[in-house]
């Protein structure tokens, strides 16, 4: 049996050629589109529509969310493509250092120093027991470990060394010194403070307060060592001396370990002698 003209347009929907797939789409579910097709498809069981019309409404739901997904990621990424010069340009690119420049590293309670030589290369006094147990320069070259650190902070021995950037900065971000950046009359030029610095190159006596990173590096800029840190740590320290409550706390100390321990010399001496030299010290 054919099927009339009016039956036909019950299952075919004509779209025309400049009409869009999105508009077709939205344009189904209008109310005159509606109505049409009320009048064109034959009526079927209740349960049939109300399964048809929940499955529509899904899948209309589902093409909403899936524009809104894209509208906003375009909209995410357009604001992250167009943030990018701007936090860039927020934490600045890091400027090429010159040869002779001071550079700092912070660590955990200190700040590391060294001067850079070009080339990707900087030199710098480590402390390091190595040289002292050996004299392979190929092992005293490589990278130092926290052991061969400590051990030559306590043996009291260092060497001023040329390492590449990266090793030198040891994870952390290198940067040009504020505090030795400004020039003054006393302050070689660059170059002079590189080849001051290539000269001594080797092993050297290190402390950590008197003759440190920092000192070897105002050496070579300035002629004279001095270092800021230990300048700071003394302040403190003359401070802590001069404090009257320093005092109090020592005696008090001194008074519980002899009442502990016992008048024994080991606990009655420093409990005299330290309380009395912080009171002549201050």
């Known amino acids: 049996m054919q099927k009339g003209p009016t039956e036909a347009k019950a299952h075919v929907r004509r779209v025309t050629g400049g009409q869009s797939s999105r508009q077709d789409f939205v344009g189904a579910f209008s109310p005159r589109a509606a109505a049409a097709d009320k009048r064109l498809v034959p009526p079927t069981h209740p349960q049939t529509s109300e399964r048809q019309t929940s499955a529509t409404m899904l899948q209309l739901l589902t093409f909403l969310v899936e524009k809104l997904s894209l509208l906003s990621n375009f909209h995410l990424l357009e604001l992250s493509w167009c943030g990018a010069p701007e936090r860039d340009a927020q934490r600045g690119a890091p400027a090429p250092f010159r040869r002779g420049d001071v550079l700092r590293v912070p660590r955990s309670i200190f700040t ?8 990707n290369k900087v030199a710098h006094m480590m402390p390091d027991i190595l040289p002292v147990l050996t004299s392979d320069r190929k092992r005293i070259s490589s990278v130092i470990t926290n052991k061969r650190l ?79 840190q230990t300048d700071e740590f003394c302040g403190g320290l003359k401070s802590v001396i001069r404090d009257t409550r320093s005092i109090i706390a020592a005696g008090l100390l001194g008074t519980c370990s002899v009442v502990y321990f016992g008048a024994v010399p080991w606990t009655t001496l420093p409990t005299i002698l330290i309380p009395f030299t912080l009171w002549m010290a201050g």
Request: some cysteine; overall charge positive; hydrophobic content about 30%.
């Open 150 to 228: 400590i051990l030559g902070c306590i043996y009291r021995r260092a060497t001023v060394r040329v390492d590449t950037l990266d090793h030198f900065a040891y994870g952390a971000r290198a940067e040009v010194s504020r505090e030795y950046k400004k020039r003054n009359g006393q302050t070689f030029r660059n170059e002079d403070v590189a080849r001051r610095a290539e000269k001594l190159v080797g092993e050297t006596p290190y402390s950590l307060l008197w003759n440190n990173c920092e000192h070897f590096v105002t050496y070579c800029k300035y002629g004279c060592a001095r270092s800021r």
């Open 112 to 119: 590391h120093y060294g001067i850079y030589l070009g080339g």
